[in-house]
């Protein structure tokens, strides 16, 4: 798309018949190519802006690198193929009797996978010709079971304790056994409902006006507010945990760091205050959400005080600016960033952005072979430097070329992504020189889904004390899927045994020493031995 000068250029010929001189009508004519240009720079940069907004619309958000053509994939129907080329498929006639049924007859247990934990209620189906007077007939031979998934409306149940009152003769005094221990004095809530509540509210985004409405389902009445008060005094619980698992992260070699936005508190009357969670990833699968009220710098130093390795995050300027003035600190960067600006340039400059996505997906490719052949350390390391070093080498070098382009100017998409990876080039190969530095943040990206995920069940949180406690329950969740607990199981046990455990062990209630320590054998509530019973 080009600009239309023609006016400009009957403007100059207007001004020759008024007598101009030859100098100024070229110092006009330089003054309308500068002008053209930056019109131009401005209009390249607008379409691609907007191709970049209909894609985040009505195209596909995947970043994955699309895949080469196989050889051995049949071409669809409406693919165009090559001059020449036979067009017709071969197909051979079936017969009916050798035709197979679209879908094979189901059965018994087809499509349902059930470990011993799950409950399971037998019915037993007697033919009716045993009950008839013909029963001596018949000779039982075995039986054939059918197994169908069912559920009731609700799962809710309550504990009836009855104790019994006593009197002793010799002095009349009445007795009276103390009711069992629960979480929270005189509380109608036991604590398989508490771990429950929780659950379901931040690992299944359940909010409470759902399990509120749920619980009138079942036949219960107790109130929204009760039930946010449990909620409030259950992760408060917690906090020594999430403190205990912060320090832990902190003593990391490697750290992944990044933020992600949440609405917290009320900023104005009708506007809700932007804060922020500061994703921590430790080495041993921990994470932890720490809340701030904004995304300014100064909260990377508050945070990370004290930790000492190697820091792994994207291209914010404010880690960068941490790292710069913190002793003895690596600061990593992630290539997966650097790789959505080129994914972005594939409408502006198809070809050369293409030629850089390659270059990413090798690395990958190399990676993904470190993991298939389980090396580690110096083989890692080694195996880095013969396969993945000659890639970042061509490829930064690919970059220095390119942005002496004349025909990228600085608005342009590839530009952009171009001046990005060079500026952190630095941090971009510092996986290279440690086998520990990951080659992305993307575990971390994973471990924060949550978040986004809750923004759109429960939308915000009503203040900034409510945004910290949800850090702090969703950080032992997601750490529990770490390591591949149960985060009902886990908040049971916890709920039970932290007031109860020594304050200076009480690292080992974060999940990942519960594990060993606690999970053969973690502590039951009396809903679960009922069930048992």
Known sequence: MRVDNSKEHKALNDLDLCGLSPQHKAAFERILDEQQRALQDQIESLKSQLEWFKRQLFGEKSERFPLEADSRQLPMPWEVHPEGEDQKVATQPVRAHER????????????????????????????????GKDADQYEILGTKETHRLARRPGSYFVLRYVRTVIKRKSDEKIITPPPPENIFDRSVADVSFLAGMLVDKFAYHLPLYRQHQMLADAGITLSRTTLTHLTHRSIALLEPIYDAQRRSILRSK?????????????????????????PMYGDRDEVV??????????????????????????????????????????????????????????????????????????????????????????????????????????????????????????????????????????????????????????????????????????????????????????????????????????????????????????????PRLWKTQFEPQPLHSDACKSITA
Request: with cysteine.
């Open 254 to 278: 490697v750290l992944a760091m990044d933020e992600t936005p949440i609405k917290a508190g009320r900023e104005k009357k009708g506007k809700m205050h932007r804060g922020y969670y500061w």
């Open 100 to 131: 197979q049924p679209k879908r094979p007859p189901e059965e018994d247990g087809v499509g349902l996978r059930f470990d011993e934990t799950v409950p399971v209620e037998t019915i037993e189906i007697i033919p009716p010709e045993l009950s």
């Open 289 to 510: 959400f720490c809340y701030r009220d904004s995304r300014a710098g100064k909260h990377v130093g508050e945070l990370l005080a004290g930790f000492e390795g190697v820091l792994v995050t994207d291209g914010y300027e404010a880690y960068a600016r941490y790292a710069a003035s913190a002793a003895n600190l690596t600061h990593a960067l992630c290539w997966a960033h650097a790789r959505r600006g080129f994914e972005r340039s594939l409408d502006a400059e198809p070809g050369l952005a293409q030629h850089a996505l390659e270059m990413i997906a090798q690395l990958y490719r190399h990676e993904d072979a470190i993991r298939e052949n389980e090396f580690i350390g110096e083989k890692k390391l080694g195996y880095r430097a013969r396969h993945s070093l000659p890639v970042a080498d061509a490829f930064f070098a690919w970059c220095d070329r390119q942005s002496l382009n004349p025909a990228l100017f600085p608005q342009h998409p590839l530009a952009k992504a171009i001046g990005y990876a060079l500026r952190r080039q630095p941090g971009l190969r510092e996986f290279l020189c440690d086998p520990e530095i990951p080659l992305d943040t993307n575990h971390l990206e994973r471990a924060l889904r949550p978040i986004p995920l809750g923004r759109k069940n429960w939308l915000f949180n009503w203040t900034e004390i409510g945004a910290e406690w949800v850090g702090v329950i969703q950080s032992l969740i997601v750490t529990c899927r770490l390591h591949e607990i149960n985060p009902y199981t886990y908040l049971v046990d916890v709920l039970q045994r932290v007031s109860q455990h020594p304050a200076s062990k009480v690292e080992e209630l974060t």
